[in-house]
């Protein structure tokens, strides 16, 4: 990368030494190599893979690395955490592409075993509606109803408006799926901030509220 490195050290066996050591070695011979000149910065990053299906998302992560720099240069309006949404008089912070909100062709994807079998009929033309105009559904699609739906749109062309728990760091960024649909301009993100507590699952109380934010969202466009 541009400003830094990633390498996988595979440990075979027991070592009487530290993997710091082993940095630090790697470090001085490039700084050596490049006529004493420092290279690195102090200190380093380390993660242990305990597990195989670790190691292949890291190895996955690394390999991805320079298509993500190139997609955030080449589009770097869809890479910004300095939007603004209001949503009930109050401003909740998004990241991606703040012009889906005025597409002409969006809906709210809310689903609840309350709904009779005809408002849910009718909700899922109205989703296949904007699906199919290639528009923007908007919702945290947390149940796997939602999901089936939002896998749907996702295959047809269609944009999504994203409720998420996360905070949007310096350096955050969507990882997967949805880094690519960042990149296609189609996503933009909303998050809870403040409003969000810090476990890593989501609250039912958090799934209401989001639920509720993406309809009022919609009502207000």
Request: proline share 4%; hydrophobic share 40%; glycine share 4%.
């Amino acid at each position: 990368m541009p400003d830094h490195i990633h390498f996988v050290i595979f440990i075979e066996k027991d070592v009487d030494y530290h993997v710091g050591e082993l940095i630090n070695e790697f470090k001085s011979n490039c700084t050596r190599q490049n006529s004493m000149q420092p290279i690195f910065e102090e200190d380093y990053n380390d993660r242990i893979c305990w597990r195989s299906n670790q190691l292949d998302r890291m190895i996955k992560y690394v390999r991805y690395n320079p298509r993500r720099l190139l997609m955030r240069r080449l589009h770097p309006e869809y890479f910004r955490s300095r939007h603004y949404v209001t949503i009930g008089g109050k401003n909740y912070e998004a990241y991606g592409n703040p012009i889906l909100l005025s597409h002409l062709s969006i809906a709210a994807v809310r689903i609840s075993s309350k709904y009779t079998p005809d408002r849910l009929a009718a909700l899922l033309r109205l989703w296949e509606e904007v699906i199919r105009q290639t528009g923007v559904l908007v919702s945290p699609f947390i149940s796997q109803a939602k999901r089936a739906v939002r896998d749907k749109a996702i295959a047809n062309g269609c944009s999504l408006i994203y409720f998420t728990k996360a905070a949007f760091g310096e350096k955050y960024k969507p990882q997967g799926e949805l880094f690519d649909l960042c990149a296609q301009g189609r996503l933009l993100l909303i998050s809870l901030g403040d409003e969000a507590d810090s476990t890593p699952s989501i609250t039912r109380r958090e799934a209401m509220r989001m639920n509720e934010l993406a309809h009022l969202l919609v009502k207000s466009l």
